[in-house]
């Protein structure tokens, strides 16, 4: 009877519209056995996550999506939204952790003090080796295996970034490498913890993945300064099944850990549907910057930017000009050659007034305390300054351009490479957006009034 009540055509139907459901809306993967191992293990810890299971998302890819939809209420005394999820701090993974592990006697003896960042990379390397008989398993085998911060990225993909993100791309490969090889003899030290030789467990890979999984995961929790520790910040906390939440710039969240509750908790300050994904926003951040601290890139960002480096700026300024150096030493001395830009509402501020700078005379040479002041000194430096930023624009299409073509090339030839080559697609193709739109602004940009 049961059987075939359930087989009929009303349940046909529930069932359609269900799939309907979670095919726009999200697939859940809560039946996986990683992720019920998971809930398991944070349900052991005190921790419910009731309100939002993972899912595969079309566009976002895995995150976490609603099983009710969330509220937001009005009081007189401001806005109160719904707490999404509160991890208790067993759940979190932070120094504190380290220094109650197997860990703390090398630490502590160790000359100089390891900084905290090493500490945590240590105990995930470590922690990943021991596999089954990590206390951590559950958590550890949702991380990613491989990262698409620059740092993991092929030196060919990384010559094909912006030339300003490509140059902090470079330093954050140096800053990595320095910070392996300035650890390895403390790595070194802990032989005795391991059957193998730790050169083959703490190498130069392992140390990457496990930089990465702090730097892309991990939220702000700020810890008491502790003497085996170096004098830099202890910031840091993985939190397992939060950091499933993706990003986006337009939600409002709060997060922070409740002193009260001891909890690290996330709470909503927008409504959102049943079976929809819920995200937090990890700051307006633009997406040269999340490329680089996050490894993706955000569609349609509205703190997106395309920065003008200084060599781009040397290469359309006036190269006749003989104060040039001179004007780009006073530029430097009053930060006006960082964070020049374009965005959506076209060149910004910055950027112009820097343009104006560049654009003056012999004889308006003196005013240029005026100009970094925001002053008109003539129309024709006006026009001359819009002119300039619309032949660097046009520079940077072209730049830009080449370089889609470039990874087209690529993307045909390298197969293995399409993940990373996609990022660095939809990297360029916004910020070609954000050229052509800055382009049509500054052909009838009113100079008068600039």
């Not at 504190?96 to 390397?125: D, G």
């Amino acid at each position: 009877m049961n059987m075939k009540k359930n087989s009929g055509r009303t349940s046909r139907k529930r069932q359609r519209k269900r799939s309907r459901i979670f095919s726009s809306y999200g697939e859940s993967l809560s039946h996986k056995d990683e992720y019920i191992l998971l809930k398991k293990w944070l349900k052991e810890r005190g921790c419910n996550v009731n309100k939002i299971r993972p899912a595969q998302f079309p566009e976002t890819g895995r995150g976490l999506m609603t099983t009710k939809g969330l509220q937001v209420c009005i009081l007189e005394k401001g806005q109160v939204g719904e707490l999404i999820i509160s991890l208790p701090e067993r759940c979190l993974l932070t120094t504190e952790t380290v220094l109650n592990s197997y860990l703390r006697e090398y630490i502590v003896k160790w000359r100089p003090h390891i900084s905290p960042l090493i500490a945590l990379c240590t105990f995930l390397i470590a922690e990943k080796f021991a596999q089954e008989k990590s206390l951590w398993k559950p958590y550890l085998d949702l991380l990613p295996e491989i990262y698409t911060c620059p740092v993991c990225l092929e030196q060919r993909i990384v010559n094909l970034l912006p030339e300003p993100l490509r140059r902090k791309a470079q330093e954050q490969r140096k800053q990595v490498q320095e910070l392996f090889v300035s650890s390895q003899q403390f790595f070194f030290s802990l032989q005795p913890l391991f059957p193998k030789d730790v050169k083959s467990i703490f190498n130069y890979h392992a140390f990457k993945w496990a930089w990465c999984t702090i730097n892309t995961r991990t939220v702000y929790m700020k810890h008491s300064h502790r003497d085996c520790f170096s004098r830099d910040p202890d910031t840091y906390a993985l939190a397992p099944y939060l950091d499933l939440l993706n990003h986006n710039p337009a939600v409002q969240v709060k997060g922070g850990f409740n002193e009260k509750t001891k909890c690290y908790e996330i709470t909503t300050l927008m409504r959102c549907q049943k079976y929809k994904e819920v995200f937090i926003c990890y700051g307006p951040h633009d997406n040269q910057r999340l490329f680089l601290e996050y490894g993706f890139v955000s569609s349609g960002n509205p703190h997106s930017s395309v920065y003008v480096g200084t060599g781009i700026l040397l290469k359309n300024a006036f190269p006749e000009d003989k104060q040039r150096h001179k004007k780009l030493s006073f530029l430097q001395e009053h930060s006006f050659l960082d964070d020049l830009t374009f965005g959506w509402d076209g060149p910004s501020w910055k950027l112009l007034t820097a343009l104006k700078l560049l654009s003056l005379e012999a004889d308006q040479f003196t005013s240029w305390k005026k100009v970094l002041l925001g002053g008109v000194v003539s129309e024709v430096n006006e026009k001359k300054s819009v002119d300039l930023a619309a032949e660097i624009c046009m520079s940077l299409i072209k730049e830009t351009q080449h370089a889609l073509q470039k990874v087209s090339v690529l993307k045909h030839d390298c197969e293995h490479l399409r993940t990373q080559l996609d990022l660095v697609e939809a990297l360029r193709i916004e910020e070609l957006r954000i050229l052509q739109l800055s382009s049509e602004i500054l052909q009838c940009f009113p100079t008068t009034t600039v």
